[in-house]
């Protein structure tokens, strides 16, 4: 069974920072691609960071230079270290991953990043 179990969430000033961690369990998490999504209030979710098993990353624009995704292999955890929050970034934040041919979600963290 594919669990994926985010925290790390919470309330901070703008400018502050946070670190989100994501611990995976029923996969090889070490060959998968992890993700970082957000969904803000009335607003689509969108994808904000992904890393590959080879660790090749990638960010939406808004995030770049902020936002860093790592992954612990060993410890089948993937973060997300966001530094210089805006209001803008305030959102629910998910982690998933693709796998069995089908997308796994977790139920989401808390950000809330106050002016």
């Known amino acids: 069974q594919v669990q994926l179990v985010e925290s790390g969430g919470g309330l901070v000033q703008a400018g502050g920072s946070l670190r989100l961690s994501c611990v995976a369990s029923?996969?090889?998490?070490?060959?998968?691609?992890m993700y970082w999504y957000r969904q803000a209030p009335g607003k689509q979710r969108e994808r904000v960071a992904l890393i590959t098993g080879g660790g090749t990353t990638n960010y939406v624009d808004s995030v770049k230079g902020r936002f860093t995704i790592s992954r612990d292999n060993a410890n089948n955890t993937v973060y997300l270290q966001m530094n210089s929050l805006k209001v803008e970034d305030t959102a629910v934040y998910f982690c998933n991953t693709y796998t069995n041919s089908r997308d796994y979600w977790g139920r989401g963290t808390q950000v809330t990043v106050s002016s």
């Open positions: 029923g996969i090889i998490f070490s060959i998968n691609t």
